[in-house]
């Protein structure tokens, strides 16, 4: 495993841009389903997604099993945080649109990703990251107004928006942090990925049966579904999973910070939510913020490991 700096996190920080553009795309995607839920989108997409990884990672999970086990603490931890994200993810875009629901989930999410590395695994965050993590956070906070304002949303709509968009942040950063620790511990990432999404995904499936019927009653529903399972789901968990193994959680949610740009822009060009200037200046700073992270000096020397996690220590 490469450690958080040099070429492997480079590489790391591309998959993971990568990922955040195909995520970018789920919320426009979900848009043009017809008299579905967001409960039966969440469920089918990150439900099938995750029983996918699951299948892709069988060969690992079942060489693993005795350390999965072990750990099997940290997996039934990352799968609740699977259960709860798309459900949160997808409710709080319906009510508030794409861009608001977005920004606030992925927004929030390198806050609580950084909570749970800083309290549980006592790593002590770099200036940098905090750098990073302020200037994303304030361009998603600022994208998210911009769209409340736009469409002038109700008080009640807007903050049940919120509050749904601060449960998915959390989760994805639950379910982050478990599957990098389970890495971190010396599973296997198809292991570790296959362990935390499958269970996550047979968690999902109750709530997938009892609402999912319109997405097979209409042959554009049905397309929407496989869509988000298949690319942005499946696909995009595969390079976040690769990524995983070489930058800590808190880096990594802190890159997807891109994904709330991808979505405004589409929901913008595609959908027709306004943003106005204040949204797009929010968009300068998650672009900033990745800049943060990506032109960094070279290491003066190698990080060191505590309690299992890699540490960045620039």
């Known amino acids: 495993m490469k450690g958080p700096a040099g070429g492997g996190q480079s590489a790391a920080v591309l998959m993971l841009l990568a990922a955040s553009v195909l995520w970018g795309t ?19 997409s990150l439900g099938i997604g995750g029983l996918l990884q699951a299948v892709l990672g069988a060969r690992s999970m079942k060489a693993a099993r005795i350390p999965l086990v072990i750990n099997r603490r940290l997996v039934f931890l990352g799968a609740l945080g699977i259960l709860v994200y798309p459900l949160a993810f997808y409710s709080s875009m319906h009510l ?7 920004v606030i989930s992925l927004g929030t999410a390198p806050l609580f990703s950084g909570l749970l590395e800083r309290f549980i695994d006592g790593i002590k965050l770099t200036s940098r990251w905090y750098l990073a993590a302020a200037l994303g956070i304030a361009g998603s906070t600022l994208l998210g107004f911009a769209r409340a304002a736009g469409d002038g949303g109700t ?20 379910y982050s942090w ?9 599973i296997p990432r198809k292991a570790a990925v296959g362990a935390v999404f499958g269970l996550g995904g047979l968690l999902l499936m109750p709530v997938l049966l009892a609402t999912g019927a319109p997405l097979v009653q209409d042959p554009l529903n049905f ?8 690319v942005p789901m499946f696909l995009g968990y595969i390079l976040f999973g690769i990524a995983l193994s070489r930058v800590p959680a808190s880096t990594a949610t802190t890159v997807t910070l891109s994904e709330p740009a991808v979505a405004a822009a589409l929901a913008v060009f595609l959908l027709g939510e306004r943003v106005g200037l204040m949204g797009w200046v929010g968009m300068v700073l998650i672009a900033a913020a990745l800049v943060v992270l990506l032109l960094r000096p070279r290491p003066r020397s190698r990080a060191p490991r505590r309690a299992g996690v890699l540490l960045d220590v620039d």
Request: aromatic fraction near 4%; proline fraction near 2%.
């Open 26 to 44: 789920t919320g426009t995607a979900a848009a043009q389903a017809r008299d579905v839920s967001p409960l039966a989108i969440g469920a089918a």
């Open 223 to 230: 397309a929407v579904a496989a869509y988000l399972a298949l």
């Open 178 to 186: 478990a599957a990098g620790r389970l890495m971190a511990n010396g």
């Open 96 to 102: 508030g649109g794409v861009a608001l629901g977005t």
């Open 155 to 174: 008080a009640g709509t807007v903050i049940a928006s919120c509050l749904l968009g601060l449960a998915a942040g959390a989760s994805y950063a639950v």
